[in-house]
């Protein structure tokens, strides 16, 4: 096996975000910085532990442009390192949440995801790469910080001379001494989801005429969705709309929120809709459900599961407890409470639940940004939360929206929106966060209408498993009732500087449940601007997206 040792300048810039490191095509395309980085994870984990000789690496993405060319680069820095196997998706294809499933199922050294998830793809669009731990989730902070470390600081990196493998054919192929098996993407996957839920029910409740549509908006679902609900739960063949995936997504934003997903979203809100809509993003880790002209927010969505996890066979046990990012709504902690299990608060980003979900101290796990997840794997899954609500809906044989009435009845409602200001100039954005930092102090006891301001904080969380600290994560102001606005950075952009604003007010009448969702935030809408001084700052008059 022919090494080279490769001399290259490092990068300053590759700090991973919340969910890997993202950039756009042409930075991933500079000389040597796919390379920096790959090797500054080797290092990294190389250095951390043992890696025997033979261990192996779980390597696929979500098909975007540059996902074929990085694999293969990314197979000749492995077989250079020293592993000794890679296991790689069949034409470089793994969803996030099926890379976890392999890794934890052949219990790989960890792996590499390349993704930017949501983002747009294509030649002008956006690049990413991740690395999972072997437990299969997103490294944690500890590790994503010597990760970025170790690129600054890089003068070289090890790679072999070898002709490309062939992707696309299942198998087992040679980088150097290193083998590469080509693996069906979709197999151990569905195989997990057929463990957990009950397909003969689904299959039952579609065989009775119960119709649903499923926008794989043109990214890696596709073809698991077509596995899994067209031909074992035996949906219609078209049931899968954009089910191909492409290098750009079609052109799309490959987003499952009421704006990105509009083709899903008409047909929701059509004449004749379907009983069931759902859509996943790029990597397939997110999920937006919906009803017959109803949405069901994210926070909601987790709530529901939680409500009605013992209907699935794989949670029929019941569940440890639940976990939330900050901005999620409360919603799922008035189940856990109801439930007599605990529900945890975490900074935003999936590497915050591993830990709970490692220690049983969790087993459901959520974020507002459409992402629901479980312990059967570490990352959140948009596919297993449509499988979950199927499952749920074959059992009670109820409409999404009357699940969701019933729910807020006995629960009360978390009424929820978020609005993003994207791609903002930065100076904007951190000046709108500065205002709202500098008025924190002063706004407890302070009366805005019928609100009064309760405590106000910059989001600080300690890993009750391992006691790290990750403070920064999100300024929160908190009002008597309950209801909640916060303001945060996102850390997945790559396009200037992009601030969101959550939105929560509790509704316990269910006289009053039913309304609009915008139009119930109003007031806290209002206070959020008078706050931050957004539209003055901005000079947007409405946010770019709103779910
Ligand atoms: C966003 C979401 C966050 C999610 C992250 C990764 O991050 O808000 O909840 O974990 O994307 O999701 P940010 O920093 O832009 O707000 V995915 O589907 O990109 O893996
Ligand atoms: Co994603």
Known sequence: ????????????????????????????????YLENFVQAVFDTILENADIPADATLTLGGDGRYLNR???????????????????????????????????????????????????????????????????????????????????????????VDADDIDLDRIGTQAVGDMAVEVIDPVADYAELMESLFDFAAIRDLIAGGFRLCFDAMHAVTGPYAKEIIERRLGALAGTVINGMPLEDFGGGHPDPNLTYADQLVATMYGKDAPDFGAASDGDGDRNMILGRGFFVTPSDS???????????????????????????????????????????????????????????????????????????????????????????????????????????????????????????????????????????????GRAFGNYTVKACDDFSYTDPV???????????????????????????????????????????????QRGDAQLLLAGLIAIADDISGLKARSGRERPTVIT
């Open 466 to 512: 391992d006691g790290s600290v990750s403070t920064g994560q999100g300024l929160r102001i908190i009002f008597e009732d309950g209801s909640r606005i916060v303001f945060r950075l996102s850390g997945t952009g790559t396009e200037g500087a992009t601030l969101r604003v959550y939105l929560e007010a509790f509704e316990a009448d269910p006289a009053r």
């Open 69 to 159: 060319e990085a694999i293969q680069v990314i197979l000749r820095m492995a077989a250079a390192n020293g592993f000794g196997k890679v296991l790689v998706g069949q034409g470089g294809i793994l969803s996030t949440p099926a890379a976890s499933c392999v890794i934890r199922k052949y219990r790989t050294f960890g792996g590499l995801i390349l993704s930017a998830s949501h983002n747009p793809g294509g030649p002008d669009g956006d690049f990413g790469i991740k690395y999972n731990t072997p437990n299969g989730g997103p490294a944690p902070e500890k590790v994503t910080d010597a990760i970025f470390a170790r690129s600054k600081a890089l003068a070289s990196y090890r790679i």
């Open 1 to 32: 096996m022919n090494i080279r040792t490769v001399a290259a300048t490092p990068f300053t810039d590759q700090k991973p975000g919340t969910s890997g490191l993202r950039k756009k095509v042409a930075v991933f395309r500079a000389a040597h």
């Open 302 to 444: 987790l709530a529901v599961i939680a409500a009605n996890a013992r209907l699935a066979p794989g949670y029929a046990k019941g569940i440890a407890g639940i976990a939330r990012s900050m901005p999620t709504s409360a919603a799922a902690d008035r189940v856990a409470q109801k439930l007599g299990v605990p529900c945890y608060e975490t900074p935003t980003g999936w590497k915050f639940f591993g830990n709970l979900m490692d220690a049983g101290k969790v087993t459901l796990c959520g974020e507002e940004s459409f992402g629901t997840g479980s312990s059967h794997v570490r990352e959140k899954d948009g596919l297993w939360a449509v499988l979950f609500w199927l499952d749920i809906l074959a059992k009670r044989r109820q409409s999404v929206e009357q699940i969701l009435e019933d729910h807020w009845a006995i629960f009360g409602r978390n009424v929820y929106s978020r609005h993003d200001h994207e791609a903002l100039p930065t100076a904007v954005a951190n000046g709108i966060i500065e205002q709202v930092r500098a008025a924190c102090a002063t706004l407890p």
